[in-house]
């Protein structure tokens, strides 16, 4: 299998960490591409042009990370997301609550990355932020239910994070999510953490 990745990607890292936490990583090549350039063999992978996309040993290609995810999971007989009962779908909104993190994180990044300062929009960096510190605060309010044994929501959640702490440090503050914060120390030491830092 090949996987088209961009190791800023918070979206690619959980689908890293996936393929790492269920033993897969040895049966991917990982290939890293600029989005912002032209990317023939990913488009011919994605049409959309983003990453992640997996070509797979047939020559079919799935992306979105959350299909990955659930792909690479399937392989590993379903090590991380139990396919049946309360947990499965308490998983997938903690999945679906990182991701949205990410993207509220990844909007407010563009915003000011991409455009020049005048062409910028103060409103909607605003409402970006307040998307994150008010998932930040649900989070911590929260954290009981992820569980103490290590799941697909464990590895989105730390790619959220860890998104933040790479691009928008100034929004984690150990004083307002004391223990997001604990969890995420102690989450960000796991082999598949170090493996994907974003460079």
Known sequence: MKLFYSPTSPYARKVRMVAIETGLATQIDVISVNVAQEQPE???????????????????????????????DSLSGNALLPLSGWKHWEILRWEALADGLMDA???????????????R??????????EITRTLEHIETRLDTLGEDLTLAYLALGAAIG?????????????AYPQTLAWYVLFRARPAMQATQPA
């Open 42 to 72: 990913l488009f011919a992978a994605n049409p959309l042009g983003k990453v992640p996309a997996l070509v797979l040993e047939n020559g079919e290609a799935l992306f979105d990370s959350p299909v990955i995810c659930r792909y690479l």
């Open 105 to 119: 994180a990844y909007n407010r990044v563009m915003e000011e990355r991409s455009r020049p300062e005048h062409e």
């Open 121 to 130: 929009s103060p409103a909607a960096m605003t409402r970006w932020e307040t």
């Open 163 to 175: 998104y933040l702490e790479f691009r928008l440090p100034h929004l984690l503050q150990a004083a």
